[in-house]
């Protein structure tokens, strides 16, 4: 068997390499593929021009890297942390700028500054504006439904507006400006009140001052005189009480006097005490102290009023 297994294989081999046909046209022509000249130059500068670009990109990012001094934490003075972007030094930004919050170190101050104005504004989730504070180089304007200004540690309400009022909860409200306050309407406070060593002057140059309280006004200088004047007439009146002058010395100046005299000054050197009368009309008059009353109530004091 292993004899007649040789012999098949031999006969294989010789069959196969009869049958080995050669190929026409394989050997008759070769053709080089392959760049010469002009090209092979073009294609050498092309590669030369690339490494050298590759190279000067590589050493302007090595700069570029450098000068901002980039990091894993952020770039040069911009650091990135789990709190959000802290920016070292002075930043400008040429857009809008959309935070949460905006805050400065512990030992230095944080200041906004720009060409025109700095405007901080308050949007909903709608995209609507709700608030909006503009500082400008004439004045600042605040644009809101409430404005509140709160004491140090956020407790307590010191000033408060809205479109229909405005309150202050201080304790004491001071003007210091030469020319007073103004006011086009009127004022509700308990208490008006000047500096120790300042006059308080009330004053309406064209109309009248009018104080009016339900319980009563007081008008009191502790150490020092109270003047009242009008250039017409003063008048004090009580609808239900009673007026009260309650002092160690009451004086009435210019009084008139009730008498006829020669002049004022030869009538004040002969007499020297006086009675005080009254008209019916309520007009106060002096008239020369005698035993008697000498009030008359057809005087000619009380005639002319």
């Keep these: 068997m292993l004899q007649r297994s040789e012999i098949t294989q031999e006969q294989f081999i010789l069959a196969s390499q009869s049958l080995h046909l050669q190929r026409p046209g394989c050997d008759a022509g070769v053709y080089p593929v392959g760049l010469y000249g002009w090209r092979k130059r073009c294609i050498y500068f092309f590669l ?5 670009t590759m190279i000067v990109n590589l050493a302007l990012t090595v700069w570029i890297i450098k000068v901002m001094n980039f990091s894993l934490d952020g770039m040069g003075n911009l650091q990135l942390n789990q709190d959000g972007i802290r920016l070292e030094g002075i930043s400008e930004f040429l857009l809008p700028l959309y935070v949460n919050e905006i805050q400065s170190r512990r030992d230095s101050l944080l200041v906004l500054r720009s060409e025109k104005n700095v405007t901080l504004n308050v949007r909903n989730d709608q995209g609507q504006l709700t ?10 304007e605040a644009q809101c439904q409430r404005l509140e200004v709160r004491s140090k540690d956020g407790g307590k309400l010191l000033f408060t507006a809205t479109e229909e009022e405005v309150i202050m909860t201080t304790e004491k409200f001071t003007i210091t400006g030469s020319e007073g306050a103004v006011f086009g309407h009127s004022v509700e406070t308990p208490l008006i009140q000047s500096r120790a060593s300042e006059d308080l002057k009330l ?3 064209t109309r009248t001052l009018t104080m009016e309280a339900p319980r009563g006004v007081e008008v009191s200088a502790a150490k020092g005189p109270l003047k009242v004047s009008g250039r017409k007439d003063l008048q004090l009146e009580s609808t239900e009480g009673e007026i009260l002058l309650d002092a160690n010395t009451i004086q009435l100046g210019s009084l008139p006097d009730g008498v ?3 002049s004022p000054t030869q009538a004040s050197h002969e007499q020297a005490v006086y009675e005080v009368c009254v008209c019916p009309s309520g007009k106060i008059y002096l008239s020369p102290a005698e035993s008697t009353s000498t009030c008359q109530a057809m005087s000619n004091i009380c005639l002319w009023s």
């Design 203 to 205: 004053e309406s140059p």
């Design 260 to 262: 006829y005299a020669a």
């Design 48 to 52: 030369l021009l690339l490494l050298v």
């Design 131 to 140: 608030g909006q504070l503009t500082v400008g180089p004439e004045a600042v």
